[in-house]
């Protein structure tokens, strides 16, 4: 998303939506071609095929980076590999790791939109981010809609048919494998 308007006061406002940028009104034409790299870009790294079988050295990657969590006084630090889902709470986040138990947060779902990467998270709607390494299986269900398991322990997840919608064109964007 990319903020056009003649009022700079909106900026800030601009950002805290995550919007990639901001042009101020009149548009610069040098500024305006800035803004569309920028947006290629962000396409491009959103769109990148994830390799079906991935090294170990990408695993260990991904392993490396790590999420640090404020959670009742505590600081908790979780694997981004291990991170399934990411579920919006109103003001706050619970965020699903393998294994362990969840977290809940109080920062919203888009703080953490900016801070993960894509792909391997995606957000199929305003309150759920899913990490699409850890999907376990999507089932496809009448009227568009579907329903998918990210773990054992975490119930499946119902979309309803925008999201799922949004989640089909992913997975077919980033090349995952049907069999």
């Known amino acids: 998303m990319v903020f056009?308007?003649?009022?700079?006061?909106?900026?800030?406002k601009a950002f805290d939506v995550a919007?990639?940028?901001?042009?101020?009104?009149?548009?610069?034409?040098d500024r305006l071609a800035v803004t569309i790299d920028r947006l290629r870009r962000h396409k491009s790294a959103a769109v990148a095929p994830i390799q079906q079988q991935r090294t170990s050295a990408d695993t260990a990657h991904l392993s490396e980076q790590r999420l640090h969590l404020r959670v009742g006084g505590q600081s908790t630090i979780v694997a981004l590999n291990k991170i399934t889902l990411l579920k919006a709470e109103e003001d706050f986040t619970r965020i699903f790791v393998a294994g362990e138990r969840d977290h809940l947060v109080c920062r919203l779902l888009r703080h953490f939109e900016a801070q993960l990467p894509t792909p391997p998270f995606f957000r199929v709607s305003r309150s759920l981010i899913v990490n699409l390494a850890r999907l376990e299986n999507v089932r496809w269900l009448g009227s568009g809609r579907c329903s998918f398991s990210v773990d054992e322990g975490i119930e499946p997840i119902s979309l309803g048919?925008?999201?799922?919608?949004?989640?089909?064109?992913c997975i077919d964007e980033i090349g995952?494998?049907?069999?």
């Open 19 to 29: 919007a990639l940028d901001f042009l101020l009104k009149p548009v610069d034409p």
């Open 176 to 179: 995952m494998v049907s069999a």
């Open 161 to 169: 048919r925008d999201a799922a919608q949004r989640l089909r064109r």
């Open 4 to 12: 056009v308007t003649a009022h700079d006061l909106y900026a800030l």
